[in-house]
């Protein structure tokens, strides 16, 4: 079985500041993926960025980076320069490679910026 | 290109009444995923389609249903509605290819569902 934990359920960050949000999984498959998506008030799920277990080097998109330490089961995503549109609630997610497109998801992180 | 679209966005239902709720993924994606969103449990997974099959099933009651058609639009079907099952439904659109997985996972705007 697959677990995603989010142990901050709220964070105050200044903008544009750089702020960084924990996630630490736990899975028995050697291979998998990792996923942030944000989610503001609206509802919708954002997609943010994607880490492959495999993959070498950390994935950065924009603003967003995600510091990938497969050693100790780590994905954290780093916002860089965080801006009044970040303030969200944001997921850590992961699915296994082998035919399965089911996501575990934490329970997430509230995240506001403060002008 | 266009992303995925779930209809209707807002509905009110009454208990024991059904629903279904209609999902379009990204044009060329094959399988979609459905998910329940609701403050108490979070994000917990429905089941997936893929090529018109169901592929896999997440641990929710006979009541919730789905079906895949050959153009890869997706709807979800709960009957006999409770008061428990008010929640965005949200659905994820993917290549679905086995074997070579991508970040290619995308999510409609949902699908806000509230019982009376």
């Known amino acids: 079985a697959q677990k995603i934990t989010q142990t901050q359920p709220g964070m105050f960050v200044q903008e544009k500041e750089a702020v960084t949000l924990d996630c630490t999984y736990d899975?028995?498959?050697?291979?998998?993926?990792l996923f942030w998506y944000k989610q503001p008030s609206s509802g919708e799920m954002i997609f943010l960025i994607y880490q492959g277990s495999y993959d070498q080097q950390n994935a950065t998109e924009g603003r967003y980076s995600l510091n990938f330490q497969k050693a100790r089961k780590s994905a954290n995503l780093v916002i860089s320069a965080s801006q009044l549109g970040d303030s969200a609630m944001y997921f850590c997610a992961m699915r296994s490679y082998f035919g399965n497109e089911k996501l575990t998801f934490g329970t997430g992180t509230r995240l506001t910026i403060i002008p | 290109k266009a992303g995925v679209t779930q209809t209707p966005r807002y509905l009110i239902k009454t208990r024991g009444q059904q629903v279904t709720l209609s999902c379009s993924p990204i044009s060329g994606h094959r399988s979609v995923s459905w998910y329940q969103q609701t403050p108490g449990q979070g994000l917990q997974f429905l089941f997936e389609?893929?090529?018109?099959?169901?592929?896999n099933k997440g641990n929710f009651p006979g009541r919730f249903s789905g079906r895949q058609f050959s153009n890869s639009r997706s709807e979800m079907n709960v009957s006999t509605l409770e008061l428990g099952d008010s929640a965005l439904y949200l659905c994820?659109?993917?290549?679905?290819?086995?074997?070579?997985?991508?970040?290619?996972?995308?999510f409609g705007e949902g699908s806000r569902l509230t019982v009376l």
């Open positions: 899975t028995s498959d050697p291979s998998y993926g």
């Open positions: 389609y893929f090529s018109e099959t169901q592929r």
């Open positions: 994820a659109s993917s290549p679905g290819r086995t074997g070579q997985a991508t970040g290619e996972l995308f």
